[in-house]
């Protein structure tokens, strides 16, 4: 069995990870920026280091949200907030077409996660591009998030799919599937389903969580 305490190092781990590239762009291009002598060179170092700072800050703000407490919010965030932190995320991808159907204004902060990691797990699987179909709908005493990643060639690892169904192996838990461990665990917290299917042409992934 996996303590919550594996668990957060594994989702801390994740954060380290995905932010290292940016992070790392942005010390290179100072460190570049402080030799370089030419006008112009030195123009198109900070055109990098602005992006990489624009890409760190998007990690941030998503992560924030789909790990974190969200705090800031009452018990229901505005859908604004998750659109914005997604569509910043696959901005930086650029390869990726976001096709939105949110029902209402907010959502509950389980559902927020739910739509914000199902999202980054459907991201992932778009290796070559595609398109994301993401939906959410607060219903009086539950909330629905449907997710689908469509492409031309589709990387969905089973071991996040097992994490999901709640199957995964002792000792496979990793900073890759700590997520969609998250994601189980919460499911179950709160009485709910969670279900993904793959086929030839795309990841579906739903879940229907109780409302508190």
């Known amino acids: 069995m996996n303590t919550s305490l594996d668990l957060a190092a594994m989702l801390c781990s994740r954060l380290c990870h995905d932010m290292l590239s940016p992070v790392g762009a942005l010390t290179n291009g100072l460190e570049l920026f402080a030799d ?7 123009g198109r170092i900070v055109e990098l280091l602005e992006q990489s700072a624009k890409t760190s800050a998007d990690k941030l703000k998503f992560f924030r949200l789909a790990f974190g ?6 018990e229901l965030v505005p859908v ?10 696959i901005g ?4 990726i077409e976001a096709r939105w159907a949110l029902s209402g204004n907010a959502l509950p902060k389980p559902a927020i996660k739910m739509l914000l990691n199902l999202a980054l797990i459907g ?13 959410a709908e607060l219903r009086e005493g539950e909330s629905e998030i449907v997710i689908r990643a469509a492409g031309p060639r589709i990387a ?9 169904e709640g199957t995964l192996g002792e000792g496979e838990l990793s900073s890759r ?21 793959l086929t030839g042409e795309a990841l579906v992934m739903g879940a229907v969580l109780p409302t508190r």
């Open 36 to 42: 370089e002598k030419d006008p112009a060179m030195r």
């Open 69 to 74: 407490a969200a705090g800031g919010f009452g």
């Open 80 to 89: 604004d907030e998750a659109k914005a932190v997604i569509e910043a995320l």
């Open 92 to 95: 930086n991808n650029g390869r």
């Open 123 to 135: 991201i992932e699987a778009l290796v070559r591009g595609g398109t994301l179909d993401l939906g």
């Open 156 to 164: 969905f690892d089973p071991l996040v799919g097992r994490a999901l």
């Open 177 to 197: 599937t700590a997520p969609a461990v998250m994601l189980r665990q919460l499911t179950d917290e709160l009485g709910g389903t969670l279900q993904s299917m």
